[in-house]
């Protein structure tokens, strides 16, 4: 059986489950704490090299690291991969934004907020990634406003790359109170059959 390294705290383990959870693939999921360093241990490096999750063993001793190319293999087949190669092209586009313009300004605000607790001490920091975020959350509602998903009319995996750290901005101090479309698109991934909710920030 699939194995699956993460933790639901994370948004990019989460991408993981909501594929599998989506396309119905059956997974054991090996709970893999940031916090308490068991991404860096020699086990855990020996696995995965970049000391990172989530992190995917296809079968015994074959690892897929980076979320998003775990949502690539695993959607495969599946409606959630367009056939189109521009429609495919168009889904890459918006996953590779994800890791460049979204991803490290919202996420991180949300990991230095509320797992390292320190929105005080990174109050600098946290304010240069503020406009950076809200530039990605703006380019995202100029393209859902009359849209339903990313990309043509039903989702996609760079609807589920996004959707993870884009439901939980406000945890990094991102409002999304101006961004309707993005909020009726994150009530549109919910209501996707299969959907499983990330569990709720404690
Ligand atoms: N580009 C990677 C980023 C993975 C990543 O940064 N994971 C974080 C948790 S969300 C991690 O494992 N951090 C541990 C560390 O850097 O030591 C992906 O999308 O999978």
Same mark, same amino acid.
């Given at each position: 059986?699939?194995?699956?390294?993460?933790?639901? #705290?994370?948004?990019?383990? &989460?991408? #993981?489950?909501?594929?599998?959870?989506?396309?119905?693939?059956? !997974?054991?999921?090996?709970?893999?704490? #940031?916090?308490?360093?068991?991404?860096?241990?020699?086990?855990?490096?020996?696995?995965? +090299?970049?000391?990172?999750?989530?992190? #995917?063993?296809?079968?015994?001793?074959?690892?897929? +690291?980076?979320?998003? *190319?775990?949502?690539? !293999?695993?959607?495969?087949?599946?409606? @959630?991969? +367009?056939?189109?190669?521009?429609?495919? *092209?168009?889904?890459?586009?918006?996953? &590779?934004?994800?890791?460049?313009? %979204?991803?490290?300004?919202? /996420?991180?605000?949300? &990991?230095?907020?509320?797992? =390292?607790?320190?929105? %005080?001490?990174?109050?600098?920091? =946290?304010?240069? *990634?503020? +406009?950076?975020? @809200? *530039?990605?959350?703006?380019?995202?509602?100029?393209?859902?406003?009359?849209?339903?998903?990313?990309?043509?009319?039903?989702?996609?995996? /760079?609807? &589920?790359?996004? @959707?993870?750290?884009? %439901?939980?901005? %406000?945890?990094?101090?991102?409002?999304?109170?101006?961004?309707?479309?993005?909020? /009726?698109?994150?009530?549109?991934?919910?209501?996707?059959?299969?959907?499983?909710?990330?569990?709720? @920030?404690?």
């Amino acid at each position: 059986m699939i194995k699956v390294y993460g933790d639901l #705290v994370s948004g990019n383990c &989460f991408k #993981v489950k909501l594929i599998l959870d989506l396309t119905g693939v059956a !997974y054991e999921w090996i709970h893999t704490s #940031v916090m308490d360093g068991e991404t860096r241990t020699s086990g855990f490096l020996a696995k995965n +090299p970049n000391g990172r999750i989530p992190l #995917v063993e296809l079968e015994p001793g074959d690892f897929l +690291p980076e979320s998003n *190319a775990a949502l690539y !293999y695993f959607a495969q087949g599946s409606q @959630y991969w +367009p056939d189109d190669n521009r429609a495919q *092209a168009e889904v890459l586009q918006w996953m &590779f934004f994800e890791q460049y313009s %979204h991803e490290p300004y919202i /996420a991180t605000s949300i &990991f230095k907020i509320k797992f =390292l607790d320190k929105e %005080h001490e990174l109050a600098e920091e =946290l304010a240069a *990634a503020r +406009p950076k975020g @809200y *530039a990605a959350l703006d380019l995202m509602e100029k393209a859902l406003s009359g849209a339903s998903f990313l990309v043509g009319e039903g989702p996609t995996i /760079a609807d &589920f790359a996004l @959707y993870a750290y884009t %439901h939980r901005a %406000h945890l990094g101090g991102f409002s999304l109170a101006d961004y309707s479309a993005i909020r /009726a698109w994150l009530d549109r991934v919910r209501a996707l059959p299969g959907f499983v909710a990330m569990p709720p @920030y404690e």
